[in-house]
């Protein structure tokens, strides 16, 4: 292996071991039905877990929240956001944990 292989893999391994543990406090975020019985909400007593995912991800909560609960589905150059139910969020949200 040449030595910038080496660095690279040094340096690999070095920012994986630095990565925030964001798993933990994602995974006590949970979700609620909206009013209307449409898409998913964040369960207020999950709002101080999601603020730590948050800050841990560098991302503003609403941000986060946005991305927990909808999807973006394009289709013939046009976008729209489709609200996630609390099963589809939650879905997502381990999803985005994993990914991490």
């Known amino acids: 292996m040449s030595k910038g ?3 690279r893999e040094s340096t ?5 071991h630095t990565l ?3 798993l933990p406090p994602s995974s006590q975020v949970n979700f609620l039905p909206t009013p209307d019985e ?9 709002l101080p ?3 730590t995912a948050a800050s841990l991800c560098a991302v503003p909560e609403d941000y986060l929240t946005e991305t927990l609960t909808t999807r ?3 289709a013939r150059r046009e976008s729209f956001t489709v609200r996630l139910r609390p099963a589809q969020a939650a879905e997502a949200k381990d999803a985005l944990a994993k990914a991490l």
């Open 5 to 7: 292989a080496n660095e």
């Open 38 to 46: 449409e898409g998913a909400c964040i369960d207020p007593s999950s």
């Open 20 to 22: 925030p543990p964001s």
């Open 72 to 74: 973006v589905v394009e």
């Open 49 to 51: 877990a999601l603020a």
């Open 12 to 16: 690999w391994q070095h920012s994986t």
